[in-house]
């Protein structure tokens, strides 16, 4: 794991992809990617020699790290086995891997439609949600991401829809409850839950139940900010769809396969969705795989009616075997379990230390291996940091932190006015203070722009 630099093959990775790669998210001439030589664990290196700790996991998918040797071994076992094959056909890693996610999914969630990333699989869950009630409409909330395709980025609710949005798309937003920036005047968790609740239903009373197939809500946000749903939002919801005859989706694409210290978020808050997305964590974004893990009743929906969808590389036997290799090293090595602890016993009161010693951090919050930092200018108003969808000049402070992190040998997630704390979830206990180390330096750079 020791970086060999090779500044000449790092000047020529970098030129090809200046030359011919189309990066997403992103204005061409105005980015300066990283050329990265390779990967291990908990860490990456450039071409020059410096090692950076992921404290992104990538974008919070590599839950085991970078090349686990029994995951590796597994792609190649496939590969000289069978490398690809129709989804029409039963293959045993396809099935192997249904088996071995359904078995791990709550309630009766347990056929299983794969998809390439978590994109499409909130794609077809809505389509889905739309062909089994007969309805069109669709209720996400703001502060929320779920994919870069049409009707993904449609029900997103931040900034990257803007560009994208059809108003067409028979998508409606609604408030999450998030106390720190709440938009119901709430003081206590208990108001935010309950008037959050009573805003979502009167939401739908005023679209027409009639009209609305599903609510989809990620468990736990993710790129949004990791705020944590208060006791009682999320069986409030479930009511609310039992209720009004909607179709309940939770997307845990980001949440997901250990993040939160449970194999699902829902399992956190003992909430069963209808429909339920998955992708990155499910082999650690090995190979490219998502899917819809789907309740008893949508799928009688489709017992003999066909559904009208799919995918050329749906269940693809490399993604699959990846997947059961990655949900396996999960048990046996209890990976699951250790981010559940590191997460209450390491992180979870480091990070709030921080809090204590940078007046720049206004909110802690997080659970397992999956917290956020909110970067403020004033306590006392949360203020942040940086402007919403801030750019250029405005983001100056938040660039600052991200440069210093860097410096220090920690690669930060940093999205708007906060910072994430995300790494593998089998990152070591020695690790996760090594990244504490360069975050808390970092965090006084943050400091300089506190009012």
Request: charge should be negative; proline fraction near 6%; aromatic fraction near 10%.
């Amino acid at each position: 794991m020791t970086p060999q630099p090779n500044p000449q093959v790092g000047a020529a990775v970098k030129a090809a992809d200046r030359n011919h790669v189309f990066h997403s998210w992103s204005a061409q001439e105005l980015i300066d990617p990283l050329a990265v030589a390779g990967a291990e664990g908990s860490y990456f290196w450039d071409y020059d020699g410096n090692r950076y700790l992921d404290f992104t996991s990538g974008l919070v998918y590599t839950n085991i790290g970078y090349q686990h040797p029994k995951v590796v071994a597994a792609i190649q076992e496939q590969a000289a086995t069978m490398t690809t094959f129709a989804p029409a056909f039963a293959i045993e890693s396809r099935s192997e891997a249904a088996r071995l996610i359904a078995e791990r999914t709550p309630g009766d969630l347990d056929k299983i439609f794969f998809t390439n990333g978590g994109a499409d699989a909130v794609e077809h869950a809505l389509r889905m949600a739309r062909l089994h009630t007969g309805r069109p409409k669709v209720l996400a909330a703001y502060r929320s991401y779920h994919g870069g395709t049409q009707q993904a980025i449609n029900v997103t609710g931040d900034p990257r829809r803007w560009a994208n949005d059809s108003a067409t798309a028979g998508v409606v937003h609604f408030w999450a409850p998030f106390l720190y920036r709440s938009r119901f005047y709430a003081e206590t968790e208990e108001q935010e839950c309950a008037r959050a609740l009573e805003h979502l239903e009167t939401t739908i009373r005023f679209e027409g139940p009639a009209t609305v197939a599903a609510i989809i809500l990620e468990t736990v946000p993710g790129t949004a900010g990791i705020m944590l749903p208060p006791e009682g939002y999320l069986a409030g919801v479930r009511e609310l769809c039992d209720k009004y005859g909607i179709v309940f989706v939770l997307d845990e694409v980001m949440a997901g396969f250990g993040r939160t210290g449970k194999w699902f978020a829902a399992d956190l808050y003992d909430v069963v969705p209808d429909l339920m997305t998955f992708a990155k964590g499910v082999n650690s974004g090995y190979v490219p795989l998502g899917g819809v893990a789907i309740s008893g009743a949508v799928a009688e929906t489709f017992a003999k009616r066909p559904y009208p969808g799919g995918l050329t590389y749906s269940g693809h036997p490399l993604a699959c075997a990846a997947a059961v290799a990655t949900i396996n090293v999960m048990e046996e090595e209890g990976i699951i379990d250790h981010a559940a602890r590191l997460g209450a016993e390491v992180v979870g009161p480091a990070l709030r230390a921080l809090a204590e010693r940078h007046p720049s951090v206004g909110e802690v919050r997080g659970v397992g291996m999956f917290w956020a930092l909110e970067l403020v200018r004033d306590r006392a108003t949360h203020e942040p940091l940086v402007p919403y969808n801030a750019a250029g000049e405005a983001n100056a402070p938040m660039a600052a932190f991200g440069a210093a992190a860097k410096k220090n040998g920690l690669w930060p997630f940093v999205n708007m006015n906060r910072t994430h704390v995300v790494p593998p979830l089998n990152v070591s206990e020695a690790e996760v203070k090594e990244g504490l180390a360069a975050l808390d330096a970092a965090l006084s750079v943050a400091d300089e722009h506190v009012a």
